[in-house]
């Protein structure tokens, strides 16, 4: 039998035996959907939540049943300056002359009447304006010289189902990717040498490299499997919790068969590339611990590309950006995501990256597997 | 005593700054147990490592069955097996599949995998722990996995690398029962100790290495000399040597 094939099945057997990493594993599978359920809770909360108006002065007629229908509760006080410093989210007083209103900035509760008050108030406004003009005889629409009419491309929802998506879903993919493997990957590389099995295996008339081989695709079985349990949780997650803070009160999301390939596609470059990368780094350690804290700057380079995307929603980048690993598949998933489509050149020249990434890594893997202070140094 | 099975010649090798083998030689029969003896630091581990291809010569030679460890290093571990004290299994995988999995690196095709691995266990009396986890085994019954990893291909040359020094008594007891007998079944036995007792007990000849340098070699009763005790030819020897 094949050397890899033997090193890979045996490689297998023990991680499913790993409770570290079926602990891994069940942890991509429901952390995302458990983060999600909390965030849909909070949002959901947040939109349906009341706040409370301290007022002085008389309500001017029709508006306080505006305010009832915005969960905007009104309670009289002395002082509005004082009471939205802490007795309530904020204060107004009407006046002859209009609205003083107080708020604290620094207050969450306080920012989100403010912004319900602006709109209560302007709707209350045009309305009372429409109002006085029909009185007159005088067409409301005087008043909106330039009406607009939006025609959106797609679908408003969708798109913010993809924006979330296109966040979301890649940093999961390479944090999963990592970390998903990482425990076998240790495993299997430093501790061979702490259990002192290693030695034995060098023994064995094996070329070292499909023993390397048969490793590295254990592990990349793992992390893929990781990395894919992960993402469709989150993805079924989606497709059952209604998130509050939505346009129609539920957040819409789906991933198009061709953002589902590309991603599948990114997924096993990135399981590979980091298979390679951390048997190299366990490689290098004389134990476990040691090849954690070898392996713990990697963290970094997960959520580092994804935040771009976050902070920098339109980035367009040039064909150059996507030479860069982990960034690039970053991108191409986004494109995917948000476009439902690929540039084919873009995810050519990320998997020529990416496969010379994995093709370093396991260079330096196999040279480092192959030396002989990999024994003299344990 | 049949024809020689481990041939070294002249043999360095420098490991970071210190020069651990200054020009050793010897040789290892088939059918004999030869000792490679010295104190912590004389270079045994060293000379094993290269003689089973896990470390190259820096200069010498190396043969094994007439196969150069530089040229044919595959061929070589295949004729060897190893057993050292360190003792390291898989530990979640039971006994009879840590040794099917060296057999099968080894080369043991399908057919003959169960097979071998029966004998194995029968052997060595594994039959009750076969299918125990290792993590759950004492020591004494994984030092067993690990010998039974190392002759589970059947090699005609089996070197011993101190595999005493952290068992019981009984279990260092079935270590030399076991090298006996392999010498009986005609295979070349190296055996690298400082339990010069067990040395002097087992081996048929000997070769001393001090700091690098073979001080001594030939027979277990030609290097006691005019000594009661192996171990007084030793010391002797260690001190003319400095």
């Keep these: 039998m094949n050397a890899v094939w033997i090193v890979f099945s045996k490689e297998m057997r023990e991680i499913l035996r790993d409770r570290r990493t079926l602990i891994a594993i069940g942890f991509a599978a429901l952390a995302t959907p458990i983060v999600l359920f909390v965030i849909s809770q909070v949002s959901t909360r947040t939109a349906s939540q009341s706040y409370t108006v301290g ?99 797609s679908s408003p929802a969708k798109a913010a189902s993809n924006s979330f998506l296109s966040f979301f879903l890649p940093y999961i993919l390479i944090t999963m990717s990592l970390t998903g493997g990482l425990s076998a990957a240790l495993d299997t590389s430093a501790g061979e040498r702490e259990r002192k099995t290693l030695e034995s295996l060098l023994l064995t008339p094996a070329p070292r490299s499909h023993v390397l081989i048969g490793k590295i695709l254990a592990v990349t079985a793992i992390s893929l499997t990781a990395a894919l349990a992960a993402i469709i949780s989150m993805l079924v997650a989606l497709s059952q919790l209604n998130f509050g803070g939505s346009r129609n009160g539920t957040l819409s999301v789906s991933l198009s068969p061709l953002a589902a390939v590309v991603m599948v596609w990114l997924a096993v470059l990135l399981a590979a590339s980091f298979s390679c990368l951390t048997i190299a780094l366990g490689t290098l350690a004389r134990n476990f611990r040691q090849g954690q804290a070898y392996a713990t700057p990697l963290y970094f380079i997960t959520i580092f590309p994804a935040s771009i995307i976050l902070f920098i929603p339109d980035f367009n980048p040039n064909v150059g950006y996507y030479l860069i690993p982990i960034l690039n598949a970053v991108l191409v998933l986004r494109d995917a995501i948000i476009h439902d489509a690929v540039a084919w050149g873009s995810l050519a020249v990320t998997t020529a990256s990416l496969a010379l990434t994995g093709g370093l890594c396991f260079y330096a893997a196999l040279r480092l597997f192959t030396r002989e202070a990999l024994l003299v140094r344990s | 005593m049949t024809g020689t099975a481990v041939t070294v010649d002249r043999l360095e090798k420098t490991l970071g700054p210190n020069k651990v083998l200054r020009g ?67 530990p979640r995988l039971t006994a009879r599949e840590n040794i099917a999995y060296f057999a099968e690196l080894s080369g043991v095709v399908d057919g003959a995998l169960n097979r071998r691995v029966d004998t194995v266990l029968e052997r060595l009396d594994m039959r009750e722990f076969a299918n125990q986890r290792a993590e759950s085994l004492s020591s004494g019954q994984k030092q067993k996995v690990a010998i039974a990893r190392a002759i589970v291909h059947d090699p005609p040359v089996l070197m011993f690398d101190e595999p005493t020094s952290n068992l019981d008594v009984l279990a260092s007891r079935e270590i030399r029962e076991f090298m006996v007998e392999a010498k009986g079944r005609g295979k070349c036995v190296i055996f690298s100790t400082h339990v010069l007792h067990d040395a002097e007990r087992l081996c048929d000849r000997v070769t001393i290495l001090h700091q690098g340098r073979v001080v001594a070699s030939g027979t277990t009763v030609e290097v006691r000399g005019g000594y009661q005790e192996l171990e007084d030819s030793f010391l002797s020897l260690l001190e003319t040597a400095r």
């Design chain 1, 55 to 153: 007022y002085t002065g008389e309500i001017p007629a029709g508006l306080n049943i505006l305010f009832s229908s915005t969960g905007l509760n009104l309670v009289k006080v002395d002082d509005p300056a004082a009471a939205a410093k802490q007795q309530v989210d904020i204060g107004i007083a009407f006046t002859a002359s209009g609205v003083d209103e107080y708020y604290d900035p620094t207050r969450q509760s306080a920012q989100i009447a403010d912004v319900r008050l602006q709109t209560i108030l302007s709707r209350y406004d045009a309305a009372k304006i429409a109002a006085a003009l029909q009185q007159k005889g005088v067409d409301p629409s005087v008043l909106n010289p330039l009406p607009v009419t939006v025609h959106p491309l």
């Design chain 2, 24 to 90: 050793i030689s010897f040789e290892a029969h088939s059918g004999e147990i030869f000792g490679l003896l010295g104190p912590n630091g004389a270079g045994k581990t060293t000379t094993l490592r290269v003689i089973c291809t896990l470390l190259a010569p820096d200069a010498g030679s190396v043969e094994v069955l007439g196969f150069d460890t530089r040229v044919a290093p595959r061929e070589v571990r295949g004729r060897v097996g190893v057993v050292t004290a360190e003792i390291g299994v898989y």
